[in-house]
């Protein structure tokens, strides 16, 4: 009974680790999304010129982008445009304060200059979530195998004790 409960536990902190390393390679996965986001939001603009409200909808309504919770909850209101980016910025919980800030950035920016100064400025944001992407790349290598050690020497350490 020792050894399954001994099992069991060493299972768990395999199961801890390998989820907090997971939740850094999501982090990594989330800021190349926004990458990807802010380029397709650039092309639109360059292409059609759309409202803010139109460009928040085209965006929204392209499948690689629903992850974005704060976008799809931002075109749902985009005629309160930008404080209904900023609201919804500010409430996605995925979202680091970094990556929150470069968001807000982006809501201060849509609509608020000529084309040329909306695009200056997204390629800044463009730049500054390639700064943070790469930051959380060194970040996970580093740390996802020390998290999944981590889980199972603290549960190994644990099982030891009880038994």
Known sequence: MKLLG???LLCTGLLAGCAAAHRLEQHVRQIRLLRQ???AMMQELQATL???ADLLRILADMPAFSPLGFLQQAAAHPDS????WFDAVR???SLTKDTAAVMETVGQ???STALDGQLAALQLCLDRLGALQADAETTA???CGLWRS???LSALFLAILLL
Not at 81 to 84: M, R, S, T
Request: hydrophobic share 45%.
């Open 50 to 52: 759309p409202l803010t």
């Open 91 to 93: 409430s996605d919980a």
């Open 109 to 111: 920016t849509l609509g």
């Open 150 to 152: 981590m889980g199972v």
């Open 81 to 84: 445009f930008p404080q209904c």
């Open 37 to 39: 986001m802010l380029t």
């Open 141 to 143: 290598v580093k740390h």
């Open 6 to 8: 001994a099992g069991l």
